[in-house]
């Protein structure tokens, strides 16, 4: 007997043995060539016991790594968290820093457990970039002391004050094993050639520290080196000791860091994912919840066990995604390999100069100083808020400069709500009024002032340049308008932002509000107005009816506001033509809106549609080669990369495929739908698996054949040779797609047992 949808979700998968990937292992073995270094360093530069890296970086990846919710971040000590670290060693002793460590991921499992992780994006980019460069400011001056042969003081301003008398009794050994460090680390990704790419399969930090070590051992120079003592004598986490507020701060300093960093770093790798073609179905979205829960086990084992506090790093993440990884296992095993290093290397590991880390670890500081967040803070008019921050964290501390960066990006936003700009002005007869920033009820009084200026009976244009209006505000458009129409003039409202018509004279017009979320849109018709294809006088032509009135307005306002926005883009497309990444093949449904769904712009897909998204058989056309036509052509002349066959709910093509009767073929929409018999004969086979969302069963025959019908599809497409010799080729992929129109909400084929599943679903319940 045939298994029902509900069923098949419900049967117990089958027994796999454990295996690791071979992808897995090589990029564990990047990643920790990676963190090796950088985990010496960075305990270097915050004081602590150089074992505590060590120690963290194994916490971070076996630990994070197996209960984290984002797979392929690694884990570890972090740079952002180093000026927090050195300052709680300076004041309490590592014991009570690593008791305070434990708190922290104490404190994250509380949180994680309140599933409240996405809070924590709520804060301002600007605000994150301008802790790390600040932080970033503060370990650069700090290690240029080692560097040069010397000791750091214990705050930035001391070490620049300190810094002039450090210049004056250099250490030449240590400034020319630094030297060669930078050296090595700024030239190596850019060797050039066949040479150059593989040299750069090598990490540059692995490559610059191992060559600062050789030279030093080979020429017999005095340095200070790496000391790993026994591990008998590592000090592990003791009680905590020292004023309870003191405390309280420092383990609330060390849970926002790790958290927001971890979170934000999970979010990086999600778009690193997306960005490799058929992993982001493997691994799917991070559980932020989940991540910040793994973040905070790990905390407590690496603080209880001596280690440094622990959080997610950008750059053995972004190692991990880019050298090929697939499962969490790379982080896991990354994890293995720095144990088996801490335990059998330690002779190898203490011949690395101290000169060669503070190098290193000071070139993290300065990359941290990105001049692309720069870039994008001063795009986004958050200059303010970034410098604030940045100096706040260098002059004050980490936890201070984030409160003062929070003070100042809410000052700001407040600014920027209550500041609108509303100017009157005429042209050819036309008065226009123009309104820039946030409307709310505070501007009402100008905005009334303004539009009083307008005489009676004259054409007016009011351009809403802004994201919000408030009740009282619109209120108060909607009452001029009214009174400024019933006096015979005529008013137009009209949104830049959205590049929709909103208000219009005459009893036809379209009402469409640009004010109003898309979420909301409606165009409301008065009961005279004729319908498209009626019998009423315009039927005869379109330019007289009132959908040719509605069309004619929605032009109009693409070219008076949306046009001067995309010109150059798309006079750049026409200068290189077309060079679409996809062929999505999808129904003629009015409601399934590609560009939307995708998040694609002009020139990224090249779209097919037809009644039911069917892919006719090779042979199969009878005088309909449309379809193959488009598919020769995206997979030969464009050289598409992969075809999406999209489906969708509530399909009245598949509704009319399950109401036909064989052998009824009498009109071209019956004699097209034959093309999918094999989708309802796949359906009724007993022998294969329904297809099914990974969620809930099918709610009716209609979705279930729907879904079924994209899998058949895809087996179609195969058929046709210009997709067989691209699939040959490894030059092309398919995809299978559902999207949910009521829900919002698309599917993927998974491709193990015909399941589709949801796409950028994260649970916020909570």
């Known amino acids: 007997m045939r298994k029902t949808a509900t069923e098949a979700d419900t049967s117990a998968p089958p027994h796999r043995r454990f295996r690791i990937a071979g992808a897995d292992v090589s990029a564990s073995v990047a990643v920790f060539l990676i963190a090796l270094p950088l985990s010496l360093g960075i305990a270097l530069a915050t004081g602590a016991p ?7 970086a194994a916490a971070g990846g076996l630990v994070a790594g197996l209960l984290g919710g984002c797979p392929l971040q690694v884990s570890g000590p972090a740079a952002g968290l180093t ?88 250490h030449p050994a240590d400034v020319a094993m630094s030297a060669l460090t930078l050296t090595l680390l700024l030239l190596w990704p850019r060797v050039p050639g066949r040479l150059g790419h593989l040299m750069r399969k090598i990490p540059a930090s692995l490559v610059a520290v191992a060559g600062a070590t050789l030279t030093a051992s ?98 053995r993440s972004s190692a991990n995604v880019q050298a090929g990884a697939v499962s969490r296992n790379s982080t896991m095993l990354h994890g293995v390999l720095v144990v088996i290093a801490a335990l059998l290397m330690v002779p190898v590991l203490e011949l690395i100069p101290l000169a060669s880390l503070a190098a290193l670890v000071m070139a993290v500081g300065i990359q941290m100083v990105s001049l692309h967040h720069i870039r994008t803070v001063t795009r986004h008019r958050e200059v303010l808020v970034y410098a604030v921050t940045t100096l706040g964290v260098v002059l004050l501390g980490v936890l201070e400069g984030v409160l003062l960066g929070v003070a100042v990006a809410v000052a700001v936003a407040l600014h920027r709500l209550t500041h609108t700009r509303i100017t009157h002005d005429e042209k050819e007869g036309v008065h226009h009024v123009h309104v820039r920033g946030q409307l709310t009820f505070l501007a009402v009084p100008r905005l009334s002032r303004t539009l009083h200026l307008v005489p009676q009976g004259a054409h007016a244009v009011v351009e809403l340049d802004g994201s919000f209006m408030d009740h009282a505000a619109y209120e108060s458009l909607q009452d001029w308008q009214n009174a400024h129409t019933a006096r015979g003039g005529s008013a137009e409202l009209t949104g830049r932002r959205t590049g929709v018509s909103v208000g219009a004279t005459g009893a036809e017009a379209c009402r469409c509000h640009p004010w109003t979320p898309w979420r909301e849109h409606r165009c409301e018709r008065p009961q005279s107005a004729p319908r498209s294809g009626g019998s009423g006088s315009g039927s005869g032509s379109g330019s007289g009816s009132g959908s040719g009135h509605q069309l004619a307005r929605g032009i109009s306002a693409f070219q008076r506001n949306t046009a001067p926005l995309v010109r150059d883009e798309l006079a750049r497309l026409a200068r290189e033509g077309q060079q679409p990444s996809q062929l999505f093949l999808t129904c003629a449904d009015s409601r399934l809106v590609t560009s939307m769904i995708t998040s694609s712009g002009p020139g990224d897909l090249f779209v097919v549609r037809n009644v039911g998204n069917l892919v006719p058989q090779p042979g199969e056309e009878s005088g309909d080669d449309s379809v193959a036509a488009a598919i020769e052509y995206a997979v030969d002349v464009l050289r598409v990369r992969s075809i999406t066959v999209c489906g969708h709910s509530g399909c009245g093509a598949m509704q009319a495929l399950l109401n036909s009767r064989p052998g009824e073929a009498r009109s071209p929409l019956q004699r097209w739908l034959r093309h999918g018999r094999p989708s309802l004969e796949r359906m009724a086979d007993d022998d294969r698996p329904w297809a099914r969302l990974a969620t809930r069963a099918p709610a009716d025959a209609v979705e279930q054949l729907c879904l079924t019908n994209v899998v058949q599809q895809l087996e179609h497409l195969r058929g046709h040779e210009s997709v067989a010799r691209a699939l040959r080729d490894g030059e092309l992929e398919l995809h299978g797609m559902y999207f949910h129109v009521g829900e919002a909400q698309a599917y993927l084929l998974s491709g193990e047992d015909e399941l589709f599943d949801r796409v950028g679903v994260v649970d916020v319940s909570a």
Not at 50 to 56: D, E, I, N, P, Y
């Open 50 to 56: 150089l074992q505590a890296g060590l120690v963290a």
């Open 83 to 170: 000026v927090v670290t050195a300052d709680l060693i300076h004041r309490y002793g590592w014991r009570t820093t690593c008791a305070v460590t434990v708190l922290a991921g104490l404190a994250q499992l509380a949180l994680g457990c309140l599933r409240v992780a996405r809070t924590a994006l709520a804060v301002s980019p600007a605000i994150v970039h301008g802790m790390l460069a600040g932080i970033g400011v503060t370990i650069a001056v700090a290690q240029l002391h080692i560097v040069l042969g010397g000791t750091p003081q214990s705050s930035v301003l001391a070490n620049l004050r300190a810094l002039p008398a450090q210049l004056a009794d250099l």
């Open 218 to 315: 080979l020429s017999g120079l005095t340095l200070a080196k790496v000391d790993l003592p026994s591990w008998s004598s590592h000090a592990l986490s003791g009680l905590p000791e020292g004023p309870v507020l003191g405390l309280a701060a420092a383990v609330l300093t060390t849970t926002l860091v790790c958290s927001v960093q971890s979170l934000l770093g999970a979010v990086a790798v999600d778009k690193l994912v997306a960005g490799r073609p058929g992993l982001s179905a493997r691994v799917g979205r991070s559980d932020l919840n989940r991540e910040l829960l793994g973040q905070g086990a790990a905390n407590i084992v690496s603080g209880a066990l001596g280690g440094l506090p622990v959080a997610g790093v950008a750059v």
